[in-house]
């Protein structure tokens, strides 16, 4: 079975700096998909970014940037520039390519933004 | 395109009773996940309900159940209603690529339950 480990539970950044955050997988399979998302204080899961397993590059949305290293089985998120509205709780999550499309969840890393 | 819309927002109910959540996709996708999400256990998996049919379940028991209509919408019941059921229901959905597969997960608001 696949799983999702998120080892920060929190973490803290100074306004219009960067930080990263970590995100590990377990997996036999070959073909699948990661995403990071943010969930504000509204509730409301945004999907931040996705990575293919089959692309080396890694994806990058503006602010934000991923380091994926498919061997080491790690997908972290770096945010860039860090802005007050980046204040929430990001989930990493995994999903297969093939079958059972189903997102399997990180416990979530609280980033806390000081002015 | 209008986002994912879940209904309602906020639901208080006792122990006993049954609820019924409701989740209408973006317009154009054929997939619908729901999540169960608790400050315990974290995000929990459901089902996904595609083309009206329930292709994949989670690890919850039979009080859960959902039901996918013809324009996509889908809805999930919990009877017998637990204090552990008290959580934040997320739905998702999801476009159809081709082959069997579906895209990207894109989630409406979600609906908090309360269970007195």
């Known amino acids: 079975a696949q799983t999702v480990t998120q080892s920060q539970p929190e973490m803290s950044v100074q306004e219009a700096e960067t930080v990263t955050l970590s995100c590990t997988y377990d997996?036999?399979?070959?073909?699948?998909?990661l995403f990071w998302y943010k969930q504000p204080p509204s509730r409301q899961m945004i999907l931040v970014i996705r990575?293919?397993?089959?692309k080396q590059q890694n994806a990058t949305e503006n602010r934000f940037s991923v380091n994926f290293q498919k061997a080491a089985k790690s997908f972290s998120l770096k945010i860039s520039d860090s802005q007050l509205g980046d204040a929430a709780m990001y989930f990493c999550?995994?999903?297969?390519?093939?079958?059972?499309?189903?997102?399997?969840w990180g416990a979530g890393t609280k980033l806390i933004i000081k002015p | 395109k209008a986002g994912v819309t879940q209904t309602p927002r906020y639901l208080i109910k006792t122990r006993g009773q049954q609820v019924t959540l409701s989740c209408s996709p973006i317009?154009?996708?054929?997939?619908v996940s729901w999540y169960q999400q608790t400050p315990g256990q974290g995000l929990q998996f459901l089902f996904e309900?595609?083309?009206?049919?329930?292709?994949n379940k989670g690890n919850f028991p039979g009080r859960f159940s959902g039901r996918q209509f013809s324009n996509s919408r889908s809805e999930m019941n919990v009877s017998t209603l637990e204090l552990g059921d008290s959580a934040l229901y997320l739905c998702?959905?999801?476009?159809?690529?081709?082959?069997?597969?579906?895209?990207?997960?894109?989630f409406g608001p979600g609906t908090r339950l309360t269970v007195l």
């Open positions: 998702a959905s999801s476009y159809y690529s081709g082959g069997g597969k579906t895209d990207t997960q894109y």
């Open positions: 317009s154009g996708h054929r997939s």
């Open positions: 309900y595609f083309s009206e049919t329930q292709r």
């Open positions: 997996t036999s399979e070959s073909d699948y998909y």
């Open positions: 990575q293919e397993a089959y």
């Open positions: 999550a995994y999903r297969s390519a093939n079958s059972n499309y189903q997102l399997i």
